[in-house]
């Protein structure tokens, strides 16, 4: 069976941010790389329950909208901090987008 392409895309992105977030500085390294990288792990949890769990799907993919927009708020201030240069904060603001764009067709279809 093959998987659904959103979850191609998170697993880009998911890979992305605990590459990028080694490199961040070891006094923020705890504060907002874990916090980046439990957001992505949190949406693909509730990625998982919407695909299980057909009851609870509407809940599970509005959780998942709200890690995505935790995710780009946190990507923003990793940028305003210096964190993120900015060709990497346009890479994975696209990925981000991406995973967003197929959410949302998830949603309309539910």
Request: aromatic share 8%.
């Amino acid at each position: 069976m093959k998987e659904s392409p959103i979850f191609t895309r998170l697993h880009d992105l998911l890979r992305w941010l605990l590459q990028s977030t080694r490199k961040f500085p070891r006094d923020l390294r705890f504060a907002l790389a874990e916090r980046l990288v439990q957001q992505g792990f949190a949406l693909q949890d509730a990625l998982v329950a919407a695909s299980l769990d057909r009851r609870q799907q509407a809940h599970h993919l509005l959780q998942a909208d709200i890690q995505v927009m935790g995710l780009r708020k946190t990507l923003l201030l990793c940028y305003e901090l210096g964190l993120l240069d900015a060709g990497q904060y346009r890479h994975v603001s696209e990925m981000t987008q991406e995973v967003g764009r197929l959410l949302g067709g998830w949603r309309k279809q539910g």
